[in-house]
């Protein structure tokens, strides 16, 4: 499933990084998490909002990576890697698409005429744009997503798995559309997952883009910013992108209040935005699929150039700090890109030294 993150396409399997070698507490820790990530803990999406308000419903939903629910063979797979066993690339995720560009779904009985149309609405502007299509499941499909509307808040299995029949899960938390998980950009958010992405935060050159403030997170919340390989997720040549309907906000799994996550470039407030999704999501999901033309459409000018003016504004700040343009509460004293590294040592030996 790591097919998508940023759209991975799911080929490999390595989390980022040599292998490395894990103590017994780390593994038992590791698989706890990811366990507590696939029980429901009771709460509602309302309570978790209440503990981060500052984070999207998405982000606070209690599942792997805020709101990806996890298969049992996504759970080993995650755990052979973090534990590093076997030889790198050893294990291969399988191929997740979708058989012929198309997604069998059902929505549950539950929701009323204006959710099911927030739904609809949803589906129809992904077919708009890309070659997915959707089709309602008839008595002879054995594997398709069941829409769902529990309460605690809106995930998705991600990718297709032919083994996992209606377990293929879409749950948006019923609200009024507009409001919560029945926002446009979430539920497309979440249909993505279901086509086979992951979130754009995790993907190998993040630490390129984006600074991880590992300080501030609540506990286990760095097992939510791994980031995986090259051999494992593919950005099918679309560059990074903060306004991508799957990346993180500023604050995802913060425990102080404080940003977990911040640009190294200016983002124009633009990262974890729910407003819409961008032109390259919908390139990714066509490049994906192999969708006719998809390869050949070049990447949007206006995004190029704005690339290049991140690039030329990096240059220029090189020598100073390059969170500059932040707020002043997110501005650390960080430099270039490659400091962040060394920052990131630096904050961790200060924990210690704390201690
Ligand atoms: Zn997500």
């Given at each position: 499933?790591?097919?998508?993150?940023?759209?991975?396409s799911?080929?490999?399997c390595?989390?980022a990084?040599?292998?490395?070698?894990?103590?017994?507490?780390?593994?038992?820790?590791?698989?706890?998490?990811l366990e507590r990530s696939?029980?429901?803990?009771?709460?509602?999406?309302e309570?978790?909002?209440?503990?981060?308000?500052?984070?999207?419903?998405?982000?606070?939903?209690g599942k792997?990576q805020?709101?990806?629910?996890?298969?049992?063979k996504?759970?080993?797979?995650?755990?052979q890697?973090?534990?590093?066993?076997?030889?790198?690339?050893?294990?291969?995720?399988?191929?997740t698409?979708?058989p012929r560009?198309?997604?069998?779904?059902?929505?549950n009985n539950?929701?009323?005429q204006?959710q099911?149309?927030a739904?609809?609405?949803?589906?129809?502007?992904?077919?708009?744009?890309?070659?997915i299509?959707?089709?309602?499941?008839?008595?002879?499909?054995?594997?398709?997503?069941?829409?769902t509307?529990?309460?605690?808040?809106?995930y998705?299995?991600?990718?297709y798995?032919e083994?996992m029949?209606?377990?293929?899960?879409?749950?948006?938390g019923?609200?009024?559309?507009?409001?919560?998980?029945?926002?446009?950009?979430?539920?497309?958010?979440?249909?993505?997952?279901?086509?086979?992405?992951?979130?754009?935060?995790?993907?190998?050159?993040?630490?390129?883009?984006?600074?991880?403030l590992w300080?501030?997170?609540?506990?286990?919340?760095?097992?939510?910013?791994?980031?995986?390989?090259?051999?494992?997720?593919?950005?099918?040549?679309v560059?990074?992108?903060?306004a991508?309907?799957?990346?993180?906000c500023?604050?995802?799994?913060t425990?102080?209040?404080k940003?977990t996550?911040?640009?190294?470039?200016?983002?124009?407030?633009?990262?974890?935005?729910?407003?819409y999704?961008?032109e390259?999501d919908?390139?990714r999901v066509?490049?994906?699929?192999?969708?006719?033309?998809?390869?050949e459409t070049?990447?949007?000018?206006?995004e190029l150039s704005?690339?290049?003016?991140?690039?030329?504004?990096?240059e220029?700040?090189?020598?100073?700090n390059?969170?500059?343009d932040?707020?002043?509460?997110?501005v650390?004293?960080?430099d270039?890109?490659?400091?962040?590294e060394?920052?990131?040592?630096?904050?961790?030996?200060e924990?210690r030294?704390d201690?």
């Open positions: 499933m790591w097919s998508a993150i940023v759209v991975l799911l080929v490999g390595a989390v990084g040599p292998p490395v070698t894990r103590s017994r507490k780390d593994i038992e820790g590791f698989r706890a998490y696939r029980t429901d803990d009771g709460l509602r999406l309570s978790r909002m209440l503990l981060n308000p500052k984070a999207s419903p998405w982000e606070n939903s792997f805020g709101d990806i629910l996890l298969n049992d996504q759970v080993e797979l995650l755990m890697q973090y534990a590093g066993v076997g030889a790198r690339n050893a294990f291969i995720w399988p191929n698409k979708w560009n198309t997604v069998v779904y059902e929505i539950e929701f009323t204006a099911v149309q739904i609809r609405a949803s589906m129809a502007e992904i077919e708009e744009h890309t070659c299509r959707f089709r309602r499941k008839t008595s002879f499909d054995r594997n398709y997503v069941l829409v509307g529990r309460p605690d808040g809106c998705a299995t991600a990718g798995w083994d029949g209606m377990h293929h899960t879409l749950n948006i019923k609200a009024n559309p507009g409001e919560g998980c029945f926002i446009n950009a979430i539920i497309i958010h979440e249909w993505l997952h279901i086509i086979g992405f992951l979130h754009l935060h995790s993907t190998h050159d993040r630490d390129d883009y984006v600074r991880i300080e501030n997170m609540v506990p286990d919340g760095e097992y939510d910013f791994q980031k995986f390989d090259t051999d494992t997720v593919d950005n099918m040549d560059p990074y992108e903060y991508s309907t799957m990346h993180y500023r604050y995802g799994h425990a102080n209040g940003p996550m911040l640009p190294i470039y200016n983002d124009y407030g633009r990262m974890g935005q729910l407003d999704v961008t390259w919908w390139l066509n490049r994906h699929y192999n969708c006719p033309g998809a390869w070049p990447v949007h000018a206006d704005q690339k290049r003016e991140n690039d030329a504004a990096l220029k700040m090189s020598q100073r390059v969170a500059e932040l707020p002043q509460e997110e650390l004293a960080a270039t890109p490659q400091d962040v060394a920052e990131k040592v630096s904050v961790v030996e924990a030294l201690q």
